[in-house]
T-cell receptor, first 113, second 112 residues
Framework: SQQGEEDPQALSIQEGENATMNCSYKTSINNLQWYRQNSGRGLVHLIL?????REKHSGRLRVTLDTSKKSSSLLITASRAADTASYFCATDTSGGSNYKLTFGKGTLLTVNP | ETGVTQSPTHLIKTRGQQVTLRCSSQSGHNTVSWYQQALGQGPQFIFQYYREEENGRGNFPPRFSGLQFPNYSSELNVNALELDDSALYLC???????????FGPGTRLTVL
């Protein structure tokens, strides 16, 4: 079953604009991660935010986490055509050292040159 | 490039057949997880292997089974293939206790 739900399902913007994707989840989490996937290939880890963190930055990426609303957002600033991909949030709800990721359905981002 | 490799890249099978997919972990990683990604969906956790034993399983039937070898490489076996098994199968390696999983490029399985 899917834990997270990304919103919107698809997003089309022009190069240079900012892209914001949202993720909602249902149960308590240890951390939340964002991944990128190009054209149905492997996933690339972008950023991890722990449940006790509210905001995190990595280059052009900014992630926020609101555990009271069970939601997260991923902001990509100054987008480029190469950012075109599907973006997934994944939550880690497992205990101990058995890390199982539960993914949402993803947001398809298209950045037009 | 994550250093995780999978073979084959693509595979076509018919209903009822059996299939074996392979994964080589990133150097130094001792844990392998397998995910199934249907078209238009997010990946779903199948199971995880650590020290050659299954270490957690998702909501998949027993005809999905796996192996992990002493060099930490892994196999996913699916028996009695069904049409709904058509998907991208992803493996991810990690160090036990680490939050971050490194994904391979996937094997696309088509069941006719």
């Amino acid at each position: 079953s899917q834990q997270g739900e990304e919103d919107p399902q698809a997003l089309s913007i022009q190069e240079g604009e900012n892209a914001t994707m949202n993720c909602s989840y249902k149960t308590s989490i240890n951390n939340l991660q964002w991944y990128r996937q190009n054209s149905g290939r492997g996933l690339v880890h972008l950023i991890l935010i722990r449940s006790n963190e509210r905001e995190k930055h990595s280059g052009r990426l900014r992630v926020t986490l609101d555990t009271s609303k069970k939601s997260s957002s991923l902001l990509i600033t100054a987008s480029r055509a190469a950012d075109t991909a599907s973006y997934f949030c994944a939550t880690d709800t497992s205990g101990g050292s058995n890390y199982k990721l539960t993914f949402g359905k993803g947001t398809l981002l298209t950045v037009n040159p | 490039e994550t250093g995780v490799t999978q073979s084959p890249t693509h595979l076509i099978k018919t209903r009822g057949q059996q299939v074996t997919l392979r994964c080589s972990s990133q150097s130094g990683h001792n844990t392998v997880s397998w995910y199934q990604q249907a078209l238009g969906q997010g990946p779903q956790f199948i199971f995880q292997y650590y020290r050659e034993e299954e270490n957690g399983r998702g909501n998949f039937p027993p005809r999905f089974s796996g192996l992990q070898f002493p060099n930490y490489s892994s196999e996913l076996n699916v028996n009695a293939l069904e049409l709904d098994d058509s998907a991208l199968y992803l493996c991810a390696s990690s160090l036990r206790g680490s939050n971050e999983q490194f994904f391979g490029p996937g094997t696309r399985l088509t069941v006719l």
